[in-house]
Structure formats: C-alpha cells, structure tokens
C-alpha cells in the first residue's frame, strides 16, 4: 500500500509540476532517431513562446521592420550568382508554373489539395512560394507557415535543402523541428516538422494561435498520425477562419481529402519524368536465364523456420491481397515463355523476398547495364541489414572499390544522407538499399535502376484476436508504381520488379490506411490527452473511421492496464504513459523503473522490446546459439533478464575494446545491441523531461540488482498477458485465457527448462501460427501477480481485484483469489483505521 501511495505521489506530483509541451506521439520512428548528441543541444524541444505582441503600434513598426529586412535580404540573394543559379533551379521544376494558380487559390480558399508526381517540387516549393509571396507583400514577418512530414528524415533534409535554396543557414527563416532535435530561431517563418510535433503542438494551443498556414504533406500514404491530424484540423477550421490548409499527395487520389473538406479545390502539377520500362519475374528469368529453386529463396541466412511460421500466419490472416495473389499465380499462364523459366517460376516462392535473386539482378545491372544508380527497395531494417552485410565484397558485384553500397534509413548520420543524395565518382556503381520512405519522401536524382521486392513491412491488426502483426505484405498498385517513377528522375529507366505481372495484377488499388490496420491504444491515450471527448466519436468522424470492435478493444486494454477509469477518463497513470512515445505497456515499465530506482535493467528491457531482439538464432548453429542464450539465464526463467545480463555483459565488454568478439561468442548482435544503447539514451532524457529522474544515475538505480523487483516491474507492465504455468511429468503445460494451450517460441530461455517453478509466465506477444507461441517471457510468483498485474493507481485497487479475481478463477487457483480477498479486507480496515 505504502508503494502504491509512493507511486501516485510521485505521478501526481510531476502533472503538476510540469508544463505537458512534450512531444509524445508514438511517432514510429522513435526507434529510428537521433544521436545522443544531438539530445544535449535539443533547443528546439521546449516551445518558445512568440514575444506577446498585440496591436500597439511599436509592435506594428517592429513587425514592418523586420518584413523589409525578410524582402531586401531575399532580393539581395536572388541576385547573387548562386542565388541566380537556384533560382534558374527552382523555375525549371514543374510546381512553378503552377505558382500563381497554387497562390491564388490559397488566397481564395480555406483549405486545397495539392497532388503532384514526387520531385515535382510540392514539398520544396509550395512553402517558399507561400513565404515569398509573403515577404513580397512586406508581410513575411507576420505569417508562420508549417509543412508537417510523416518522418523526421524527410521534415531534417528538407528543411536544409529549402534554407540553402534561399541561401540561408538552417534556423533563419527555414527552420525544422522533430522530436528531440531541431533548428529553429526566433525569426524562423516556416517550420518543417514531424506530424507528431505539430499533435504535441495542439495539446498546450487548440487553436494554433500565430500559425497562417498548415501543409501536410505525404497524405497519401495514410499514416495514423496524419489521419489523426486531419480530424482535429478539420474542426479548428471554423475556429481560425483565416488559418489556410493545404494538403499534399503525390498520387492522384484527391478526390478522397477535397470531399472530406467539403469538397475543397484540387490543383494537380502535371510532373515530369522520362519513361521506365517495367521487367517483371518472368522477363527477368528470361533475359538473365536465372534459375530459381526453392532453397535459393531462404532470406536471412536461418531465418528459414521464422519465414514458415510467418507464411502461415499471412495464410491464416487470409488478408484478401495474398489470397488474390495466390489465385492470381494459379490462373498464371506462362506458356510463351521458356522452359527454363516456366520451371523457375513454379519454384518462385512469393513469401520470400528472394536475396539471392535480389543479388542476382544487381549483378546483372553492374555488368551488363548503363551507368546509373541502383535504388532497391527492401521490407525493413532488418532485411536491409542482412541484405547489406551478404553483398559486401560480394565476388559476384565485381571490384569493391567499384561499388558503393548505401542504407538509407531514418537514424543516418548527416555525412551518410549525403552520400546517398550525392553523385559517386565515375566508374562507381551506387546501389541504395532502401524502405519504402524512398518511395516518395525522399529524391535521390541520379537513380536509373529500381529494384522492387514488391513488398513492405506492414502492421496489420487482427480485431477479433486482438492481436497486433508485424509482417512484410504485398505492395499496392500506387506504391509500386511509385516506386517505378524513381527510375525516371534523370534520364529513361529500368524497373526490376521481382515478382510476375500477374501478381502486380492483384495488389490492390491503395494501402489500407494504417487507423484500419493496427492496434488504437497509442492512439486512443492521445485522443484523451488532446481532452478530445469521447474514443468512439471521435474516431468516427476520420475520413475511413475505424472498426469499433478495435476501438472498443483498445479502449478496455486501457482500462486494464489502468490508462483509463471506467468513466474513459485519463487516470494520472495514463497522463505519464501519453508523454512517452512508446506502447502504454512499455511505457509502463519505464514510469516504474524510475519510481521504484530501477532504472537501467528496465531501460534496456523497453529498448529491447521496441527495436529487436539481439540474440541472433543461427539455422546450422541453432543449438549452439541457443545455449549461448541460456547461459545468461541463470536460471531465473526470464528471457528480459537475459537480456539486461547479455547487454551489460556486452557493455563491459565495450569498455575493454572486445563487444565484436564478446557478440561472436555470444551469437549477439552488436548492431541491435548498439541501437538498444541508443534508444536507451533518449529513454533517460525523456524520464529526466517528466521529472521522474534527475541526473543522479546512482540514485535510479539504487534496486537496480533487484531481480525480484525488476521482475514485479516487466509483470505490470506484460500484464494481462499472462499464462499459467502447470509442470506435468514430461513436460510443461501453459495457458493463457484467450487462446487455451499455448506453446513457447523454441529460442526462449524457458522452452530449455525441464520444469518452471513458478506459477505463472508473463508475455510480451503471441503469435498465432497453428498454435499460438509466446515470444519473451518471464516467470512471475503469485504475490508478484497479486500486487502488480494490473492497475497501480490510488482507487485502483478494487478493479485490480475484481479483474484479477475472474482472470484467477478461470485458472482454477480459487484459493489465491481467498487470500487475495483476504488481503484487500485487511488493506482496506487499515486505511480505515488510519
Ligand atoms: O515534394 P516533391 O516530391 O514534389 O518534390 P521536392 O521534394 O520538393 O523536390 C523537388 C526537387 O528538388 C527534386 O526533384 C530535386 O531535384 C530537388 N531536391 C534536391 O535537390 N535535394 C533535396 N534534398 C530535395 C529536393
Ligand atoms: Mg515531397
């Protein structure tokens, strides 16, 4: 009881004294963000208020002043050789005949909708034209323009790419701003942001005061921040009749956004690009005589068993696009074509990205075809990685010093972004190896070559099982068309899609948006905490709303987990979880970690959970991979525990200049290991903005050692994803609620144990295959149950028993639910008698 008080003190105690201008949005790319020295210098994290300046006339004068300084600076660059030089740039992308129009219908209307080929020139453009005409009006200092961008790779590289345009540094009048890093001065006119700043933004300024124009840009893709956004926007409007709205999309589906304003006017920048020729799978066998079996087609070297289980699950998902597509390879006819390559395609396995085929086509490109940059588009980070490290120094890629192999992802250095935009020496092969953030967000001008993998890492959400995937799915028909389009940018291109015509022939027209496909309960803290009323009303006025059995599925998580009161109110619980941008259940743990000074352990368990796991499961070395992981079990039945011991193993093992070889011996992955030190970083200055830590890392860490603890602490955040534990003679039965018997994924530490001597495991996630496994688990005691699954908040106590009285009769221990009743009795005649 005494921990309980202890933790509500220390939440309520931090609203109050906190201001709540954090970003928070689940933004994706947290994972994906900044290096910890850019978190010292993040000035622009905390929201500079504008200087109150109301209608007095001195303000006035200062505001005139500084509108003719904005005009004689701009006039005076355009004059100047370079500025010259741009400007001739700028006039020969296809937006600029479309200035006037675009300026006169912003002048005329509230909100527009801008569609445009990519590199057309909407995203660098459309808001310097907005601020130009501005600061030539002798207004420029008056208006604050912000373009919002789904990542923060793009809002970075943007806004340096349009503050060198107008020969400035960044911070002038073009600044950005993403979460925890940002360039932006007292005079910055135009903002490039990730959407989840501008959400923040919205928490502390409903209104938006001082804002003239919104962009929101990329709003093709769908993504549940920007779907987010355009509710909320679509109410300011009539709120701030003068604030102008203009909605960006680089495919030709406006239609969808004009009605949902009320049918707002569309204006389309006819692009420009050279043509691409398309070569699907059967071209491509044909023209390279390539053959392909099946064992060519495993992916990752080992992942084989994880690809079954996954083909099973996209199987079980029967989502209609793999349904389609597999009717579409069985109608398939390929009669015109070779033997060699009929025989080919019926080994073609269309749930594998194909690497060796992906190598195979970059080896026919660098021997066979033009100059030109390769741009490939791969499913994610992983694959990328793996991809990367099998082609480096490939004999079959020819002389290394030949070709220059890039990731692009969202956590690249500044001098690694370059490289890719930049133009390699003569004689020097690029080849990008990219997500699908190239496909609109970002324009690399000297790619010919496109190789397309036809799919991308997608979340899905299946409602009825409540259970969030992660799965690489088939492309749509836009995207893939878009990704062709980046062959074309400089001169005729080729496109290299790795699957048949037949197949492109049954994607589907869009993606689903992603409100449609994945778990809400990010989401719906969000919605709280902007105080946007009800769950479920709101989220039925978004433009294609959600199903309600997911809403409602969300909305009952979070009053599980004690987010929210039965009354769908924000609990002080739920305010903390909003401000930090990961799930509500990891969430959980840090708040906990820092409440109860455990701080580092539970860091790199969050870390871990949200990037990957670093244990690396080798197909031919499975055994062995596997009992390298069990030695840092020492047999506490916790998959997080090893975890925390193979991180702090490999950081001490840093410290003496061996983590490659300690990664080695230990089948880790220093890479992941690398990225969860990072991610653990930014956790630390995150808690430090919410008050919950202070500098005083020995301080936080006073229970680090305390396995119990930090067990208590992964218990309340995993639940309710229990399971109970019963040892049989031979073998272990485990069970959770929903799904019956369950089994543990082979690589857990506890799969290796003959017997668990506790009664229950607690999960991280299930994956329905044949039958459901568990992936991270942890054993847990039932007084750990007892008083920490569940809700810890004051008042919070008798849900927690009634919940966790029906979760234990279902597991037939009727005698804890009596002691547990027993307890509360007690619990409840001390406060009495206090
Ligand atoms: O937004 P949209 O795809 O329509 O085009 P954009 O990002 O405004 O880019 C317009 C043009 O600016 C591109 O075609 C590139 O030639 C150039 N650009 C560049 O050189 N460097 C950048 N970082 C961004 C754009
Ligand atoms: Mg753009």
Redesign the pocket.
């Known amino acids: 009881l005494g921990l309980q008080r202890e933790v509500d003190s220390h939440l309520r105690g931090y609203i109050s004294s906190k201001s709540v201008n954090k970003e928070n949005f689940s933004d994706n790319t947290f994972s994906r963000s900044s290096s910890s020295s850019s978190l010292v210098s993040d000035e622009g994290v905390h929201e500079q208020e504008e200087p109150v300046i109301r209608n007095s006339i001195a303000a006035e004068k200062i505001l005139q002043r500084k509108s003719l300084q904005l005009r004689n600076r701009q006039q005076h660059w355009q004059e100047s050789p370079e500025g010259q030089k741009m400007v001739e ?2 006039r020969s ?3 600029y005949k479309a200035r006037d129009a675009l300026l006169n219908s912003i002048s005329q209307n509230q909100v527009m909708v801008v569609s ?11 808001p310097q034209y907005i601020l130009e005409s501005e600061i030539e009006a002798a207004r420029g200092a008056a208006c604050s323009i912000i373009c919002t961008q789904p990542r923060r790779i ?1 809002a970075m ?2 806004a ?2 349009v503050a ?1 345009e107008r020969g400035e540094n960044l911070g002038e009048s073009v600044g950005y701003k993403v979460r925890l890093e940002g360039m932006k001065g007292r005079d910055t006119r135009l903002l490039f942001c990730t959407t989840g700043i501008l959400l923040r933004r919205l928490l502390v300024d409903r209104n938006l005061k001082g804002i003239t124009h919104v962009i929101v ?2 709003i093709h893709e769908r993504g549940m921040n920007e779907d987010f956004l355009l509710i909320v926007l679509k109410e300011l409007l009539p709120r701030r009749p003068e604030l102008r709205l203009i909605l ?1 999309s ?1 495919t030709l589906n406006a239609e969808l956004f004009s009605s949902y304003f009320g049918g707002a006017p569309m204006i389309h ?1 006819p ?1 420009f690009t050279h043509p691409v020729r398309s070569q699907f799978l059967e071209n491509i066998l044909e023209m390279t005589g390539y053959r392909l079996n099946p064992y060519n087609q495993i992916d990752n070297y080992g992942q084989e068993k994880k690809w079954k289980m996954e083909k099973q699950a996209i199987r079980k998902r029967k989502s209609q696009i793999a349904s389609a597509v597999e009717d579409a390879l069985e109608a398939a006819d390929f009669r015109e074509y070779s033997p060699r390559t009929r025989e080919s395609l019926s080994c073609w396995n269309p749930d594998s990205i194909g690497f060796n085929l992906i190598e195979h086509v970059l080896c026919h490109i660098i021997k066979k075809e033009r100059p030109g940059a390769v741009l490939v588009f791969m499913t994610g980070w992983d694959d990328i990685n793996s991809l990367k490290d099998q082609l480096q120094g490939h004999p079959l890629l020819g002389d290394p010093s030949k070709v220059l192999l890039l990731a692009c992802h969202g956590s690249m250095a500044s001098s690694e972004q370059r490289l890719i ?1 930049d133009k390699p020496e003569d004689g020097v092969r690029k080849i990008v190896l990219a997500t699908n953030m190239a496909e ?4 690399i ?1 000297d790619v010919v070559f496109v190789v397309d993998c036809g799919k991308a890492k997608e979340t899905s959400y299946d409602a009825l099982n409540n259970t969030p995937c992660l799965l690489p799915s088939w492309i749509s028909k836009a995207s893939a068309r878009q990704r062709r389009g980046r062959a074309g ?1 400089v001169q005729p291109g080729e496109c290299y899609h790795l699957y048949p015509r037949c197949v492109y022939d049954a994607f589907a027209d869009y993606q689903l948006p992603e409100l449609l496909r994945t778990p809400l309960q990010s989401l719906c803290l969000q919605i709280k905490s902007l105080q946007l009323g009800s769950i479920s009303d709101f989220l039925s006025r978004a433009l294609q709303p959600p199903e309600p059995l997911s809403v409602q599925n969300a909305i009952e998580y979070l009053m599980i987990i004690g987010a929210l009161d039965e009354n769908e109110n924000l609990t002080v619980l739920g305010r903390n979880l909003s401000m930090l941008p990961v799930e509500p259940k990891l969430g959980k743990m840090l708040l906990l970690g820092a409440i109860f000074n455990c701080l580092d352990p539970l860091m790199t368990v969050v870390a871990g959970l949200s990037v990957r796991d670093p244990f690396l499961m080798p197909f031919d070395k499975k055994d062995l991979a596997e009992s390298a992981k069990a030695q840092f079990s020492a047999r506490d039945y916790s998959d997080h525990l090893a975890l925390v011991r193979a991180y702090d193993g490999w950081k001490d093992a840093e410290r003496r200049q061996s983590g490659y070889e300690y990664c080695w011996r230990n089948f880790l992955s220093a890479q992941t290991l690398k990225a969860i030190d990072s991610l653990r970083k930014q956790f630390f200055f995150l808690l430090m903005d919410t008050g919950l830590v202070d500098n005083n890392t020995e301080m936080c860490n006073a229970w680090s050692h305390d396995e119990h603890l930090i067990r208590a602490i992964i218990c309340a955040g995993l639940f309710p994803g229990i399971c109970s534990v019963v040892n049989k003679e031979k073998s272990i039965s485990l069970k959770t609620m929903e799904d019956g018997q369950v089994l543990l994924y082979s690589n857990s530490v506890n799969a290796q144990e003959p017997k668990i001597p506790y009664p229950w495991l607690v999960f991280n996630d299930k994956v329905k295959v044949n039958s459901v496994f568990l992936r991270d688990s942890t054993a847990v005691s039932d007084s750990v149950l007892l008083l920490f699954g569940g809700k810890i908040s004051r008042g919070g106590l008798d849900g927690h028993l009634k919940m966790l009285g029906g979760y234990l009769e279902f597991f037939m221990k009727p005698s804890l639910a009596d002691t547990y009743l027993r307890l509360k009795n007690e619990l409840e005649e001390l406060i009495q008698m206090k």
Do not use: H, Y
């Open positions: 740039f700028r992308l296809p937006a445009g080929e990519t590199g057309c020139g909407k995203t660098t453009q459309l793009s590289s943007v340096e790419r060198a840009d990329e960006m680089a920048i692009g935009f609109t967000s970002i324009t001008n940018r």
